[in-house]
């Protein structure tokens, strides 16, 4: 593994692979309540400059559990917020904690934070990518298809930052798949890049719903505005009219397809209530995961 997880781009297949099973133990010893084999008194700085619920939690509770300590930083209660730039932030963090885990808008930050840093930095959401997310959704659908290979996995929605780590993601993971996204609202072209190197597992990109969803294993989407493009939401319900996850949709999919949704979700907007609390525990499961896969995340690059 490398020193930081600023973006899935970044991560081999084995790294990924790596993540899942660290995982995989660290929640089996956390369902026993045995202890986990790491060196107490880490801390980890949390700069948070959009919201959060999951994230913050869960990186706090993991910090709980690992025997060490959380800091939350906002721009609201921080010198970032009254402009002290990235690269002094990152030392001086740097001499204080053992980890940063940064929220923020331009993947730039996070790689110029990295950069700067001599602690691990990781990526809790940028426009870019949701790394964390994706590790969830990873270690999720395993767990309920007892294997990631071969899947067809289907997006439907923006092409927005968990778009991008999920085809990332999926397709170093060994599966297919297939993205439905109005035009004007396609995946990153760095993103569109990467799918075309790949050769082994197949990405298609349509703005059919329909033809995206056939045969899938497994059914994304996302809110239709993400955070910090709110003021476009009433010009992106029009563009995305058509695109919501329902059961018409559901229906073209492999019968035993699963629903997977980062939250918070728009119900009645990008997924429909009934598809949605049908798939609520396989939805809910996503969500705990991104505890266990955050633990395995810090637990490999603190370690030591
Ligand atoms: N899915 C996710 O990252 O949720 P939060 O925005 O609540 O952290
Ligand atoms: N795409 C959403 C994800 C939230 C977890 C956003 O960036 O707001």
């Known amino acids: 593994m490398k020193k930081d997880l600023k973006k899935l781009l970044d991560l081999s297949k084995d790294d990924i692979l790596l993540i899942l099973n660290t995982a995989e133990k660290l929640k089996a010893e956390w ?20 919201n959060s619920t999951r994230t913050r939690v869960s990186f706090e509770v993991t910090m709980t559990h690992l025997g060490g300590h959380a800091i939350f930083l906002s721009n609201a209660d921080s010198q970032l917020g009254r402009g002290e730039p990235i690269k002094d ?17 331009g993947q730039d930050v996070v790689e110029e934070l990295a950069e700067w840093s001599t602690v691990p930095v990781i990526n ?32 439907i929605g923006d092409g927005n930052n968990v778009a991008n780590s999920l085809i990332v993601g999926c397709l170093k993971s060994g599966m297919n798949v297939s993205a439905a996204c109005p035009d004007g609202y396609t995946p990153d072209k760095q993103i569109l890049d990467f799918a075309a190197t790949v050769t082994d597992y197949s990405f298609e990109l349509t703005n059919d719903p329909k033809i995206a969803a056939k045969d899938a294993d497994v059914i994304f989407t996302d809110v239709w505005a993400s955070m910090g493009q709110e003021e476009e939401m009433a010009k992106r319900q029009k563009a995305f009219a058509g695109y919501q996850v329902n059961e018409e949709i559901l229906a073209l999919a492999n019968p035993k397809c ?3 949704h980062c939250l918070p979700a728009h119900k009645g ?13 396989e939805i809910f499961d996503e969500a705990e995961n991104r505890l266990h896969v955050q633990k395995a995340v810090l637990y490999l690059l603190m370690k030591n």
Not at 89 to 105: E, H, K, P, Q
Not at 125 to 150: N, S, V, W, Y
């Open 124 to 155: 809790g959401l940028t426009d870019f990518e949701h790394p964390c997310q994706l590790l969830a959704d990873l270690m999720t659908i395993r767990e309920h298809k007892g294997k990631l290979e071969g899947l067809k996995v289907c997006w």
């Open 89 to 105: 932030t990152a030392r001086v963090l740097s001499r204080y904690c053992d980890a940063i885990m940064i929220r923020t808008f």
């Open 31 to 50: 369902k026993e309540r045995r202890k986990h084999d790491f060196p107490p008194n880490k801390t980890l700085v949390m700069i948070f400059e959009k």
């Open 258 to 260: 699963m629903i997977q």
């Open 269 to 281: 907007e990008e997924i429909s209530e009934e598809v949605f609390e049908k798939h609520a525990d």
